[in-house]
């Protein structure tokens, strides 16, 4: 298809078979003239589409202007990386073969990786891998010589790069290629799940970005934070904790931003900030993963004190709604298990009386083994929990079943980033000592909501009478308690009391180790 002269990059876009960013996507990516640029990206609202969209719209821009790209996109996780790679690899492939765009010609993709392997299967065949511990000297020089040639100071041509890498890989890569460790080198320098990246390693990745560059910030202070291994809370020396170093890269830009919503926070009060700035900020609303009646419940839970009106694309689209492919799943005979798998209830709560569990729970790994079986062999399944303890027993249960079928079981941290159709999350912990021991842990709100949001099609989730009734004895630990309590709340709002009680037996046909058959168990439901 030929467009003329001067269109734009969405112009071209929309020639292709692709679809087209809708409104809050399209207008983070249209912001090429600020320094900084945030959008906040909840689940499965396309965060990474966004952002690939965005890489190459600098790109075009800068491209149709006589003047090259030097990008650095970097994500704390390789797979973080790799979604936002296979983004900008399909939509250049797509612009390029189905319209007549020249401007990606000269554009190489480079993912930097610390060993050889080939962790993206890329659609064009055109993604380079380049390990930048065993590179050869050619292969630095001629990335070197690409890094250094300029139209402007008159070559004749030039290639130009967009480079994808871990922060760590970022930061050797212009090491390796200059034997510097700075090298003002990149003119568009991208961070996606940003809620997860330490600023220290935001300021090592973005170090070699020259002094016009633009910065593009996606992530979900929502969402999971950066591992410490410092207990912060703890630390004695009021100076280095007003040098916030505990904080996340999102965090870091909130806590900057003038605006209100976007940096009112508890944890910043002790932190004082003589200028907040005005950053651009764009929120993304439409989820196109979680069902509507899960997305209605992290509204209300979550995304509401953002100002965000998170909604399943389905919400304001009833033809959509209709159309949307239904749970498969056979019934057992069972009750109670074929109340927990109904599949017009995308959204289950199974409670029960265990008080005893701690990083292990036999009673919720015996439910799983009964819930798996009869879905459908299509639908992939996830298996969260927050600890690994409980990983290794839900593994030993499930046996061949993980290798034989598509089911993926693992902690909550792991699985940001991820979806399935069911995600079954088993809570773990009832003994209330333990849950006063690691609070934090345990009752964290950002874990919780990023364990609700992972699935498609149906959420079960297994959980303790102990843990949603659960007061915390610190003060500060309330509100996060309350979550689990607003959680019940919701869901029987929604859809009423109970749609099954009953005992253990009635649900597993035998006892349990340390459970009696007759502690009871309530399903609660909502139907769309």
């Known amino acids: 298809m030929s467009l003329d002269e001067g269109e734009s990059y969405l112009d071209y876009l929309e020639e292709t078979s692709l679809e087209t960013p809708n409104e809050k996507q399209e207008s983070f990516l249209s912001k090429t003239e600020d320094d900084f640029v945030i959008l906040q990206g ?34 704390p996780s390789n797979r973080a990386v790799n979604a936002t790679l296979k983004k900008v690899d399909e939509f250049k492939h ?3 073969h189905e ?12 993912r930097a990786l610390s060993r050889d392997m080939r962790i993206h299967p ?14 050869d000297h050619d292969e630095l020089e001629q990335l070197r010589g690409t890094f250094e040639q300029s139209k402007q100071w008159g070559s004749e041509s030039s290639d130009n790069v967009i480079v994808f890498a871990t922060p760590s890989g970022g930061y050797k890569i212009i090491k390796e290629t ?43 202070h929502r969402q999971l934070s950066p591992i410490q291994k410092h207990t912060w809370e703890d630390e004695y020396r009021r100076t280095i904790r007003e040098q916030v ?19 009112e926070d508890d944890q910043f009060e002790e932190v004082e900030v003589p200028e907040p700035v005005d950053y651009p900020i764009e929120r993304l609303e439409i989820t196109y993963r979680c069902d509507e009646e899960v997305a209605k419940i992290l509204r209300k839970l979550v995304y509401e004190r953002d100002g965000i009106r998170y909604r399943s694309e389905t919400e304001d689209n009833p033809e959509l709604r209709a159309n949307r492919e239904s749970l498969s799943v056979k019934e057992t005979g069972i009750d109670g298990i074929d109340a927990i798998l109904n599949p017009d209830a995308p959204i289950v709560l199974v409670v029960h009386q265990d008080v005893e569990s701690q990083q292990s729970n036999p009673f919720e790994a015996a439910m799983v083994e009964k819930l798996v079986d009869p879905i459908g062999s299509s639908e992939n399944i996830g298996v969260i929990t927050p600890h690994n303890a409980q990983r290794g027993r839900l593994t030993d249960v499930l046996g061949d079943r993980i290798d034989n079928r598509s089911i993926d079981v693992d902690t909550v941290d792991r699985f940001q980033g991820s979806e399935r159709d ?6 773990t912990v009832s003994d209330p000592d333990y849950i006063r021991k690691e609070t934090e842990f345990i009752l964290s709100p950002n874990r919780l909501n990023v364990a609700l949001s992972r699935m498609e099609k149906k959420l079960i989730v297994l959980v303790s009478e102990s843990l949603i009734e659960f007061i915390p004895s610190d003060s500060d630990d309330y509100d996060n308690a309350r979550l689990w ?23 597993l046909g035998e006892g349990l180790d340390h459970m009696p058959l007759d502690k009871s168990v309530d399903v609660f439901s909502v139907n769309r």
């Open 42 to 75: 909840p689940p499965g609202t396309g965060k990474s589409l966004a952002l690939g969209h965005a890489i190459l719209n600098r790109a075009f821009n800068l491209v149709s202007d006589e003047r090259e790209i030097r990008a650095l996109m970097v994500a």
């Open 94 to 96: 797509r612009i390029e």
């Open 99 to 110: 319209t007549d765009c020249t401007e990606f010609d000269s554009i190489r993709l480079i």
């Open 122 to 135: 890329d659609e064009s065949g055109e993604v380079e891998y380049i390990n930048y511990n065993t590179a």
């Open 178 to 220: 200059f034997d510097e460790t700075i090298r003002p080198t990149f003119n568009l320098f991208a961070v996606d799940e940003a809620s997860m990246m330490s600023i220290t390693d935001f300021l090592l990745s973005g170090s070699s970005t020259t002094s016009d560059a633009q910065t593009l910030i996606a992530g979900d």
């Open 245 to 263: 170093p505990y904080l996340s890269v999102m965090d870091l830009f909130r806590l900057l931003s003038e605006n209100d919503d976007f940096g």
């Open 422 to 427: 069911v995600i079954i999350l088993s809570s």
């Open 485 to 507: 309590k607003m959680l019940l709340t919701e869901v029987r709002r929604r859809g009423g009391d109970s749609t099954w009680d009953g005992d253990i037996d009635e649900l």
